[in-house]
């Protein structure tokens, strides 16, 4: 099993550096006003109702992204 280099993300241009995953995950806390407190306080900072709108919302696109395919 390999260990995978973990990137540490400071500005909205480090996100192209992470999976298509984490991308997307980042992309959506920055749409969202989230960026500056995940980037100073990390994921465990936000609150359930923030998580959850993050979550739901990749989920709307993974959803929509497979029905193109």
Do not use: H, P, Y
């Not at 806390?29 to 994921?43: I, N, Q, R, Y």
């Amino acid at each position: 099993m390999t260990k995978k280099k973990k990137i540490e993300v400071k500005t909205v241009e480090d996100i192209k550096k992470l999976e298509k995953e984490e991308q997307a995950k980042w992309e959506i806390a920055a749409e969202l006003g989230l960026f500056d407190k995940v980037t100073s306080s990390g994921w465990k900072s936000l609150t359930s109702r923030e998580s959850g709108r993050i979550g739901g919302i990749l989920a709307a696109r993974n959803k929509k992204e497979n029905k193109k395919t």
